[in-house]
């Protein structure tokens, strides 16, 4: 896996507990907020953090396809026809 990256580099501190404050510019830009879950990968590049996906980004991701009034309608005729 190749990582392509921009360089914006930022510092910031770690503290005794392992904990660092992700800079609000990136924060804002990757759409980080509290409760946010990150995946930590370990690159050849160093520590990735890497924001996970919730079951809520996929939402409205097929409604190109139709309205859900339709999706049900559709559902329903397909039930029916298994019955």
């Known amino acids: 896996m190749e990582i392509e990256f921009e360089v914006a580099e930022k510092e910031v501190v770690v503290t005794k507990k392992g904990q660092t404050t992700i800079p609000v510019s990136l924060r804002k830009k990757y759409k980080i907020q509290e409760g946010t879950k ?10 990735l953090l890497k924001p996970k996906k919730s079951i809520w980004d996929s939402v409205g991701a097929y409604s190109q396809y ?3 009034a339709e999706m049900k309608k559709l559902l329903d005729k397909l039930r029916e026809q298994d019955e």
Do not use: F, N, Q
């Open 38 to 47: 990150l995946a930590v990968l370990d690159t050849k590049e160093g520590i």
């Open 66 to 68: 139709g309205s859900p």
